[in-house]
C-alpha cells in the first residue's frame, strides 16, 4: 500500500507513519471512521506516557501472556485498528499461544469483516472466525449488531484479548465470566478499568512484546503460570500506569518549556 513519505528525523515520525498507516486501510475499508478518532484518542495518551513501553506494562504482558498459555479456548478478538496496525503480530500470538482469532467489530459492516479476514490471511491466520454467518451467537447486555458473536469462538472462550476495545463490550465479556485482557493506552477508560489483565501500551508496541513474552513464558510449567497470574492486581498495575502519567506530567510542569529549537549545526 503505498503511503506518504515522512521525513525519518521528523520527531513524531513513527506516530505519523502508524497514522499515514491508518489512514490508508481506512480508505481500502479495513477502518472505521470512528476508528480514526479512537486512535487519535489513544495518540494522546502515549504522548501522556512518553511513547515507550513501561515496565508497569511488561509485568502487565507477563499476567496477560500466561492467562493466554494456560486458557483451554482463548480467543483473539480482532478489530479494524488492530488488524491494520497488528496483524501479523496478532496472528504469531495465536500461533504461540495456541489461540483462535475472531473478527468483532463495533461498526459491523460485511465488507469490512471481508476485508479485515482477508487482511489477517495474508498475515498468515489459518482460520478467522466471526465473519459473516458465523458470528450467529449473540451476547447478552448489550444492544444491536455489536452483541454478535461466534459460537465457536468468544462465545465459549476463557480468556479473551481485546486490543482496543469498547467499555461496553468489556463490560459485558466480563459479566460472562471470561478473563479479558485489555491493550489500551487510556488507563482512565471504561475497557482498561473493567479488564482483568489492562497492558497500558499502544498496540504497535504491545503485541511484538507480548509474543516475545509468550515465547519465553512457554517453556514454563503450569504452576509458575498460575502464580504469575494469581500475583497479578490490576487495580495495582493500574495505579502504577496513572501515577506514570502523574510523575511525567509533574516533571514537565517543573521545566514548563521542555523543548527549544536547536540551533544550526547543532544535532
Ligand atoms: P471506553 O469505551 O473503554 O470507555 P472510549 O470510549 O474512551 O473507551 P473507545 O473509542 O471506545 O474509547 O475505545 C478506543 C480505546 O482504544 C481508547 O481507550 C484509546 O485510548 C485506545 N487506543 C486507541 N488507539 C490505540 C493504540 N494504538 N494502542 C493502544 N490503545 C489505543
Ligand atoms: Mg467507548
Known amino acids: 500500500m503505498k ?19 491508518l489512514v490508508q486501510y481506512f480508505k481500502s475499508g479495513v477502518v472505521a471512521d470512528a476508528g480514526l478518532f479512537a486512535h487519535g484518542r489513544g495518540e494522546a495518551f502515549d504522548y501522556l ?34 488488524a491494520a496496525l497488528a496483524a ?10 495456541g489461540a483462535k482469532i475472531e473478527v468483532n467489530l463495533f461498526y459491523r459492516s460485511s465488507e469490512r469483516e471481508r476485508a ?14 466471526g465473519v459473516g454467518t458465523a458470528a450467529s451467537a449473540t451476547i ?33 465479556l466480563v459479566r460472562m465470566a471470561k478473563k479479558v485482557i485489555a491493550i489500551d493506552l487510556n488507563p482512565l477508560s471504561r475497557t482498561a478499568q473493567f479488564a482483568t489483565v489492562t497492558i497500558v501500551d499502544n498496540i504497535v508496541r504491545a503485541v511484538p512484546a507480548l509474543v516475545k513474552t509468550a515465547e519465553e513464558l512457554g517453556k514454563e510449567e503450569q504452576g509458575k503460570l498460575d502464580t504469575i497470574l494469581a500475583n497479578f492486581s490490576n487495580k ?32
Open 3 to 21: 503511503e506518504t513519505p515522512i521525513p525519518p528525523r521528523h520527531p513524531r515520525a513513527e506516530s505519523l507513519q502508524v497514522r499515514e498507516r
Open 49 to 82: 506516557l512518553g511513547e515507550r513501553t513501561r515496565r508497569n506494562a511488561l509485568k502487565a504482558m507477563k499476567a496477560a501472556a500466561a492467562a493466554l498459555l494456560t486458557a483451554k479456548h482463548p480467543v483473539i478478538s480482532v478489530n479494524g485498528n488492530a
Open 88 to 97: 501479523k503480530d496478532l496472528v504469531n500470538l495465536a500461533q504461540v499461544t
Open 116 to 129: 479485515i479476514k482477508a487482511l489477517l490471511e495474508k498475515a498468515g491466520a489459518k482460520q478467522v472466525l
Open 140 to 172: 447478552p447486555e448489550i444492544g444491536s449488531e455489536r452483541r454478535r458473536v461466534d459460537p465457536e469462538g468468544v462465545l465459549v472462550a476463557d480468556v479473551v484479548l481485546v486490543p482496543l476495545e469498547d467499555g461496553d463490550r468489556t463490560e459485558a
Open 236 to 267: 495495582r498495575s493500574l495505579t502504577e500506569a496513572i501515577n506514570l502519567i502523574n510523575q511525567r506530567l509533574s516533571e514537565l510542569a517543573q521545566k514548563g518549556r521542555y523543548i527549544s529549537i536547536s540551533q544550526k549545526g547543532e544535532k
